[in-house]
């Protein structure tokens, strides 16, 4: 804590500074409630979105390849596989933010990891909706 | 910004156990797990892209005892992180805060969880 936001915060000096002012760059995230918020609107989207996968179960998991393009391809599994994998990656990164925010201590460090598990999480999701968009238009029926 | 002068909050050491908190440290280590889970599904889809020969070595992998343990883990981890999600977003809205409300939901969530993916995975055996 540098001495000018430890006087503004304790008040111990006269100061013109809001409690605000002197709240912002604090705390483990340097950030207001923007994460604690997105973290909820990914949650509150991946319930539907996971549900959509219970009645389609034998298709998630068919071993049969010509099959599995067919399902996976076709426009309205397409679409939801792309959502689900923007949402639950999207989601996983928030809350694995959180966890190296809590215990990762030394701050270069802690930066370090925040950008690969952000950069990780981009590159894995960019790798999904890649091949399901391909999948899609090489294989994929147009039903259902 | 290391300053040794401030108190530490006492760790779980400390605590007698507690339902409530052993849903809380799941919740964590079940996201994290379903973290590294977004490479599996990652090499499954391209794996799916890449061709037969790509997507028959994903699923001889997931046919093996270590891939059946790992989505059966994964598996488990989807339906409760899941329920327990649903048990935050209902906290969100201010209710079920009571000590018997959360450790009622506590139990009904983890048991809830166990059946669920049990049910999913004999449901899903005509493929895994």
């Known amino acids: 804590m540098t001495e000018e936001k430890k006087s503004a915060y304790t008040h111990t000096q006269p100061t013109i500074r809001t409690p605000l002012g002197a709240a912002r760059g604090l705390g483990s995230a340097k950030e207001g409630a923007h994460h604690w918020w997105m973290q909820r609107v990914s949650a509150i989207a991946l319930v539907p979105l996971s549900l959509y996968w219970l009645s389609y179960l034998p298709h998630l998991t068919s071993s049969n390849y010509a099959d599995f393009l067919g399902w996976i391809g076709a ?4 679409i939801v596989a792309i959502l689900f994998v923007i949402a639950s990656f ?11 925010e809590d ?9 370090a990891t925040l950008l690969l598990n952000k950069f990780t999480f981009f590159a894995l999701a960019a790798a999904c909706i890649f091949s ?7 294989h994929g029926h147009m039903t259902p | 910004m290391a300053n040794d002068s401030r108190p530490l909050s006492p760790h779980l050491q400390i605590y007698r156990w507690q339902i ?9 280590v079940t996201g994290f797990g379903l973290g590294l889970g977004a490479l599996l599904v990652t090499w499954w889809l391209m794996a799916a892209a890449q061709g037969e020969e790509r997507f028959n070595t994903f699923q001889a ?31 969100d809205t201010g209710r079920g805060f009571t000590i018997k409300q959360a450790a009622n939901s ?18 899903a055996r005509g493929g895994v």
Do not use: D
């Open chain 2, 20 to 28: 409530t908190m052993t849903l809380s440290i799941l919740h964590r």
């Open chain 1, 132 to 138: 399901i968009a391909y999948i899609s238009f090489t």
């Open chain 2, 106 to 123: 506590a139990w009904f969530v983890l048991i809830l969880s166990v059946v669920g993916a049990l049910v999913i995975w004999c449901a």
């Open chain 1, 75 to 78: 426009p309205a599994t397409a």
């Open chain 2, 61 to 91: 992998f997931a046919h093996s005892p270590i891939g059946k343990l790992m989505i059966f883990g994964w598996v488990w981890s989807f339906v409760f992180h899941f329920l327990n999600g649903i048990r935050h977003l209902v906290w």
């Open chain 1, 90 to 100: 999207y989601h996983a990164a928030l809350g694995i933010q959180v966890i190296i």
């Open chain 1, 103 to 111: 215990y990762i201590i030394s701050e270069g460090l802690k930066i």
